[in-house]
């Protein structure tokens, strides 16, 4: 049986599969985009696919990234989510 990697929510904290997370990802430019396909460039960190985890975001994102993070970000997370 292959054993399947196990990603953490930042806001939350909980061990989950990759399926059951959203990657947002910051590339070398500063760019912040939704990485659907899991494997884009750049330091990426993991979201639960949940409205509440979601709503929270926006405290944790900007550190997890060092990044500012724009509300149009968070307008396509919760659009991913629903």
């Known amino acids: 049986m292959k054993k399947v990697p196990l ?4 806001v939350t904290k909980e061990k989950l599969e990759k399926k059951d997370l959203i990657r947002i990802v910051r590339d070398k430019e500063g760019h ?3 990485d659907l396909t899991g494997k884009a460039n750049g330091r ?3 979201l639960k696919k949940d409205l509440a985890v979601i709503l929270k975001a926006s ?3 900007p550190r997890a990234l060092e990044s500012e993070i724009e509300p149009k970000l968070y307008e396509e997370l919760e659009k991913l989510v629903k």
């Open 44 to 46: 990426g960190v993991y």
């Open 59 to 61: 405290k944790y994102l």
């Open 32 to 34: 912040i985009s939704i």
């Open 7 to 10: 990603r953490t929510c930042i």
